[in-house]
């Protein structure tokens, strides 16, 4: 079993920043890639951004993509959601998510999920 656990998230005005966290305990010695996922009131579960677990592959949702980075220390069970340039859009549950394998943006492809933290942008 995996645990995560996210956090970061705040109320931040248009234009800004927030670094979200993601941390792990458990059975860390498997390799996982983790991605971050949003969740936007009265909407579907979203990809937003996928890291592999060297670090080497990263890919990014359309729109989000220049804007937000992902990022992972594996030492500390970490990955990080860099965001900036926020948008009101932005605004949403963001959760990270952890699989051994499976396409990256089908949230059913993915075995342990966070509990969320809540990003809001005012415009």
């Known amino acids: 079993q995996v645990q995560l656990v996210e956090s970061g998230g705040g109320l931040v005005q248009a234009g800004g920043s927030l670094r979200l966290s993601c941390v792990a305990s458990g059975r860390t010695s498997i390799s996982y890639t983790t991605s971050w996922f949003r969740q936007a009131p009265g909407k579907e579960r979203e990809f937003v951004a996928v890291v592999s677990w060297s670090g080497g592959v990263k890919l990014y949702a359309d729109s989000v993509k220049g804007r937000f980075t992902i990022s992972r220390d594996t030492a500390k069970n970490t990955v990080y959601l860099q965001m900036n340039s926020l948008k009101p859009e932005d605004t949403a549950v963001y959760y990270c998510?952890?699989?051994?394998?499976?396409?990256?943006?089908?949230?059913?492809?993915?075995?342990?999920w966070g509990q969320g933290t809540q990003v809001t942008v005012s415009s």
């Open positions: 998510a952890a699989q051994t394998s499976g396409s990256v943006d089908d949230t059913n492809s993915y075995d342990y």
